[in-house]
C-alpha cells in the first residue's frame, strides 16, 4: 500500500508554520542564488566562457565534417548557456515565491500572536 505524501491532505489544526525556518532557508538558497550570478567558479559567465567557441574554427578548410562538427558544439554551447540563464530566472522566481510566503505567513503569525495576547 502506497503512503500518500504528508501535507496533501492537511488537518486544520496540524498546519504549522516556522517563519524563522523559512527565513533561514530562503537565506541559504539566496547566497546560493548570488553565487550563481557572480563571476567566478560554478557561475553562469564561467560557464558560458568556457564552453563559448567560435562556429568554426577551420573555417578556411574546405572540410564539412568539420563544419557539422563545430556548429554542433556551438549551438550546444548556446544551449547550455541559455538552460543555466533560464534555471537562474526560475530559481529567482522561486525565491520571489517563498518571500511571499514568508511575509503572508509572517504576517499572520504576527497577527495572530497579537491576537492571542489581547
Do not use: C, H
Request: charge should be negative; charged fraction near 25%; hydrophobic fraction near 35%.
Amino acid at each position: 500500500m502506497t503512503k500518500t505524501w504528508p501535507g496533501l491532505d492537511p488537518k486544520k489544526d496540524e498546519v504549522t508554520f516556522n517563519v524563522t525556518q523559512l527565513r533561514n532557508v530562503l537565506d541559504d538558497l539566496e547566497r546560493d542564488l548570488k553565487r550563481l550570478q557572480r563571476p567566478g567558479p560554478g557561475s553562469q559567465a564561467e560557464a558560458v566562457a568556457k564552453i563559448s567557441m567560435p562556429r568554426n574554427p577551420l573555417y578556411d578548410v574546405d572540410w564539412p565534417p568539420a563544419d557539422a562538427f563545430f556548429t554542433t558544439l556551438y549551438n550546444g554551447a548556446n544551449f547550455i548557456g541559455y538552460t543555466y540563464s533560464e534555471v537562474v530566472r526560475k530559481y529567482e522566481i522561486a525565491l520571489g515565491l517563498i518571500r511571499a510566503a514568508e511575509q503572508n505567513n509572517g504576517s499572520t503569525e504576527s497577527g495572530n500572536t497579537q491576537t492571542a495576547s489581547v
